[in-house]
């Protein structure tokens, strides 16, 4: 008689996966949400802490796996305390060995749609016919009343702390407020552990008020830069003449909040055409002022550094 036969299902410790990161795997999202509603811990299956497990869920897609991964799962299925008392949840099928002990040795088999079922039954008569329901993370209305600020920039280039001082210019004003947050990803970096990292660093200051809004079409930012308050962008040194975020914003009539130094270009004015971070000790919030702003960033980036400004020097 098998060790599956004789242990019969238990009552779920964890959730156990492969990648972790909700914001760039869909599996991943939903093993965090299926842990909140078994209200276990969410874990790597290679992770030490899964030892304590009696009976984790493993909720995998093989397909993920690295081949050295691949390996090192089917050694700690041989040396797991769990490995004979614990859950599957399968979210496709490419039959190979691992996923074949897998099955085999799994108490409760789930399958994520029916078309995994056919493929299964053959195999295992019990697997169970599931699926996998909505994993929306954050399901917030965007406030339409007061301030709003947008920030867009390359990941890696978030500077949490200067959002401080936003945080605070905001809070000093008063009135209701909004942060929307946009990423690109430079070619060749990843949307990795560090942009959670971030992320999670600017809900913190700015609590319930941050929207994150992922990776956004050219399109949606231009939509997004004519209709927030602000643009928010912030950089190592300071802001440079070849930031094409800002001088895009700019186009657009946003007022922008950056920060300056002295290799900032000569022709950014602070409360001009920008408002330099460091210098601000009380965000404009008139539609005079407002309009003013908006009004000298564009005719600064048509003009100075516009298309334009730049054909005409390159000809010489």
Aim: charged share 20%.
């Amino acid at each position: 008689m098998s060790e599956r036969s004789v242990r019969g299902p238990g009552v779920a410790d964890g959730v156990l996966g492969y990648h972790l990161n909700p914001l760039t795997c869909g599996v991943a999202k939903f093993n965090l949400l299926l842990a909140r509603h078994l209200a276990v811990p969410m874990l790597s299956v290679f992770d030490d802490r899964a030892f304590s497990m009696v009976h984790p869920v493993l909720s995998l897609k093989q397909s993920e796996f690295s081949d050295a991964d691949s390996a090192a799962l089917a050694a700690r299925l041989d040396t797991a305390p769990w490995r004979g008392g614990f859950s599957l949840f399968l979210h496709a099928w490419t039959d190979t060995d691992v996923e074949r002990t897998l099955l085999s040795r799994a108490v409760t088999v789930y399958c994520g749609n029916a078309e995994l079922v056919a493929q299964l039954r053959v195999l295992r008569a019990d697997v169970q016919d599931s699926w996998c329901p909505s994993t929306l993370l954050e399901p917030q209305r965007f406030r339409s009343e007061g301030l709003s600020v947008f920030a867009f920039g390359m990941a890696h280039k978030v500077r949490s702390e200067l959002h401080r001082t936003v945080h605070a210019l905001l809070e000093r004003t008063g009135q209701p407020y909004s942060v929307y947050l946009s990423t690109a990803l430079h070619e060749g970096t990843a949307f990795d552990e560090r942009f959670t990292v971030v992320f999670d660093e600017l809900q913190e200051i700015y609590g319930e008020h941050i929207f994150f809004l992922g990776y956004m079409s050219d399109t949606a930012v231009y939509n997004y830069l004519i209709d927030t308050t602000f643009f928010a962008a912030f950089f190592d040194k300071g802001v440079r003449a070849n930031n094409t975020t800002v001088n895009a914003a700019m186009a657009c009539g946003s007022v922008v909040l950056t920060n300056f130094d002295d290799y900032s270009p000569a022709v950014f004015d602070h409360m001009h055409n920008v408002i330099d971070i460091h210098r601000c000790e009380r965000l404009p919030t008139d539609a005079p002022t407002l309009q003013a702003l908006a009004d000298h960033a564009r005719a600064t980036a048509s003009g100075p550094l516009g298309w334009d400004a730049l054909v005409s020097r390159m000809r010489g």
